[in-house]
């Protein structure tokens, strides 16, 4: 079992920046790929962002290449997604997940968090 806790969303306008945390706890945190997902409202959840266990590997959605950066600390359990030059179609719910592998899907993550609002304005 792996618990996720975000935090962090707020409101920020348009070039802003942001920087969103998850805090994990649970036995298999440490060998859990992580990812980062948003939903923004009457929209299906999206992958975001995602980062392997040794957290070398890292993948970003064309839409926030360059902008955002994903990192994780095992150390202190909890992965960040560091948010730059923020636009009003990056107001979402955003969401922290774990999973086994490391996946831009978001069925193929096992545990999720509450998700943290984040609101663009223009």
């Known amino acids: 079992q792996v618990q996720l806790v975000e935090s962090g969303g707020g409101l920020v306008q348009a070039g802003g920046s942001l920087r969103l945390s998850c805090a994990a706890s649970?036995?298999?945190?440490?060998?859990?790929?992580m990812g980062w997902f948003r939903q923004a409202p009457g929209k299906e959840r999206e992958f975001v962002a995602s980062i392997s266990r040794s957290g070398l590997i890292k993948y970003y959605a064309d839409s926030v290449k360059g902008r955002f950066t994903i990192s994780r600390d095992n150390g202190k359990n909890t992965v960040y997604l560091q948010m730059n030059s923020l636009k009003p179609e990056d107001t979402a719910v955003y969401y922290c997940a774990a999973g086994a592998s490391i996946s831009k899907q978001p069925g193929d993550m096992d545990y999720w968090g509450t998700g943290t609002l984040v609101t663009v304005s223009s």
């Open positions: 649970g036995r298999t945190w440490s060998n859990s790929n």
